[in-house]
């Protein structure tokens, strides 16, 4: 079992990631495998004081623990080890000067922007 961590930094006021497995963009594609332990943590200079809120869309038993918040910066989920498929996700922040939440994806309405994924490889 490893782990994949997901760096979160803000950027022109939107959430950019970057992965361990060298992914990056506003929205990204992250390959684990089942048991891997997953970790989304701020960046260098990230412009974030706080990662608030992690909405999973789609199977809630994708994950055997988690996401769940370990601090203000960081937080963490396992895969489970009989997951299959695909889950999008949702991150929440707040921003260093101010206490206004920034939500990683926008409304289908108001953007083409795909929330970022987390996907198992065999």
């Not at 939107?14 to 963009?25: F, L, M, N, P, Q």
């Not at 789609?58 to 055997?64: A, N, R």
């Amino acid at each position: 079992m490893g782990k994949v961590i997901i760096y979160v930094s803000l950027q022109d006021n939107e959430i950019v990631y970057r992965d361990s497995e060298k992914h990056t963009g506003k929205s990204i594609k992250t390959k684990v495998k089942p048991g891997t332990r997953v970790i989304w943590t701020l960046d260098k200079k990230s412009g974030i004081k706080d990662l608030s809120g992690i909405n999973i869309i789609g199977s809630c038993k994708f994950f055997s623990s988690g996401p769940a918040k370990k601090s203000c910066d960081k937080w963490v989920a396992r895969v489970n080890r009989k997951a299959k498929g695909e889950i999008e996700y949702e991150l929440f922040a707040v921003a260093e000067k101010t206490k206004k939440k920034t939500k990683a994806t926008k409304s289908a309405k108001g953007s083409d922007a795909t929330p970022p994924k987390i996907i198992i490889r065999v």
